[in-house]
């Protein structure tokens, strides 16, 4: 038999991975890449510099360990729902495998390229992988969707009996000769307009095991107590992993559980754990709801009265609120492509909160600047810190971003290391550098405020409660 193995972005890895192991059992493997213009074209590629770096660099691992094996990574330019069935019919495939997309735009394609497909008669085969259950297998007593978190992930965790992870195959047979008359080379960021970035986390399967071992070696027994520390290394650093598939969420999944049993981190590797669940369930919500990237999960929240205010938005995307670590975040999703996720959750309230912006904005800016940018994440993220999401943080709950630096920056690192006019601030003042002296403050030449925090905070709760017809309780 003759398989494509269609790879898509998710899925840059040659262990654990479904469709190849399959295909590489039934007989020739054909591994193809297309280079949608949806994607590749140079002015959709500067949209999403960071992914795009790390996707590129993905890539050029996915080749290298493919050749290894023996085998070879066929890339192909065109748009995938024409280049696919032309490409089947011309090489003689007998079936094409790929992972399952759960985004909407990701599942029209697949149903017109499996529609195509059909018509040559060649078979279409969606795998799992992006999650550790099925889409849509999880369901509440009603067999619904659950639209609680908690009771979500306890069903998740009665369903869970994952399969150990597949070993990468130990060889692939060579592509047939007739195969590679339309291969190109992978593009070079240079190619598509982009400069690399020397700041972003290496691409790669090998460079993602690599902080997978680390992580679980060095940080895990820690985890439960710095995850939320800004000032402090204490998270895994894998969302970039599980984005791009340089990493299975399974084998994350059974190398955390397996490591904090053996090193007495149970309670760390349990909050871990808790987190990959939490992805899960933005997956499943955006499986079931793919309205929600362009609405409201709450429908009480349609109409919200955000506001036009192009002067706080300038501020926020360049970080010169005045608040340091709202300021700190802004800084370094354009510095390095990622924020840590109580900055992100500090830094989209003050949005959302203190200057009434629809969090649509700030989702997408997220969207273009994180290397780890992942449609159902960002979005039930942004949500949840808007209050209009599933589960979602209470609307009438605020954060002070004051509070949030003094509790979990308690001595300004994080502040000083992105926002450099801060460095010299004493810590009585880092995080509220507009109460320091006179003569200091002008020494730093630091912004000043653009919004009081009590004043924002009372802006907001009397437009909600306006809205929503809802007292503060």
Same mark, same amino acid.
């Given at each position: ?28 493997? @054909? !591994? ?37 094996? *023996? ?52 078979? &279409? ?8 259950? !099925? ?12 639209? @609680? ?23 692939? !047979? ?18 598509? *307009? ?49 984005? &791009? ?73 360049? *970080? ?77 709950? @605020? &954060?002070? !971003? ?47 405020? @653009? ?23």
């Amino acid at each position: 038999m003759r398989s494509i193995v269609w790879f898509r972005g998710k899925d840059l890895r040659v262990a654990d991975h479904g469709p190849l192991s399959e295909a590489a059992a039934a007989g020739e493997v @054909i !591994p193809l890449f297309v280079l949608d213009p949806y994607f590749f074209a140079p002015d959709r590629a500067r949209e999403l510099p960071h992914r795009m770096q790390f996707l590129l660099a993905s890539l050029a691992s996915l080749a290298a360990n493919l050749a290894h094996l *023996g085998s070879e990574l066929i890339l192909v330019e065109g748009r995938s729902v024409a280049v696919l069935p032309r490409l089947a019919d011309k090489w003689k495939a007998d079936q094409v495998l790929a992972h399952r997309w759960v985004e909407p735009f990701g599942r029209e394609r697949d149903r017109r390229v499996g529609e195509a497909l059909a018509r040559e008669g060649v078979a &279409f085969r969606l795998f799992e992988g992006e999650t550790l259950l !099925p889409l849509g297998s999880v369901r509440n007593g009603q067999g619904g969707m659950f639209r @609680i978190f908690t009771p979500f992930a306890r069903a998740c965790g009665a369903k869970l009996d994952l399969e150990p992870a597949l070993p990468a195959p130990r060889s692939l !047979p060579p592509v047939p000769a007739d195969i590679r008359a339309e291969a190109v080379p992978i593009p070079s960021m240079q190619a598509l *307009g982009l400069a690399p970035n020397p700041r972003l986390q290496e691409g790669g399967e090998r460079a993602a095991r690599q902080r997978l071992k680390a992580f679980v070696e060095e940080r895990l027994t820690d985890y439960g107590a710095a995850r939320d520390r800004m000032d402090r290394p204490g998270t895994s650093r894998l969302s970039a992993d599980l984005k &791009f598939g340089t990493l299975s969420v399974r084998a994350v999944w059974q190398a955390v559980a397996a490591a904090g049993a053996a090193a007495g981190a149970g309670e760390s590797a349990r909050r871990y754990l808790n987190e990959l669940l939490w992805r899960e369930f933005s997956h499943h919500l955006l499986w079931e709801w793919p309205e929600v990237l362009e609405r409201p999960f709450r429908p009480e929240f349609a109409g919200f009265p955000w506001r036009e205010d192009e002067a706080g938005w300038a501020a926020w995307t360049q *970080g010169c609120t005045g608040y340091p670590v709202v300021d700190a975040a802004a800084r370094q999703l354009r510095a390095e492509g990622f924020v840590h996720n109580r900055a992100r959750m500090v830094a989209a309230s003050f949005l959302a909160k203190h200057l009434l912006i629809d969090y649509r904005q700030g989702e997408a800016h997220y969207l273009r600047w994180l290397t780890d940018g992942d449609w159902a994440a960002n979005n039930l993220g942004w949500q949840w810190s808007a209050g209009c999401g599933c589960d979602a943080q209470p609307w009438f709950r @605020i &954060f002070n !971003p004051v509070t949030q630096g003094r509790t979990f920056d308690p001595r300004g690192d994080y502040v000083r290391r992105w926002v450099p006019e801060l460095a010299d601030c004493p810590e009585a003042f880092i995080h509220e550098p507009w109460r320091a002296p006179r003569d200091l403050r002008r020494r730093l030449d630091y912004p000043e405020l @653009i919004v009081d925090h009590a004043a924002a905070r009372e802006r907001f709760l009397a437009v909600a409660k306006d809205h929503l017809g809802r007292p503060t309780p």
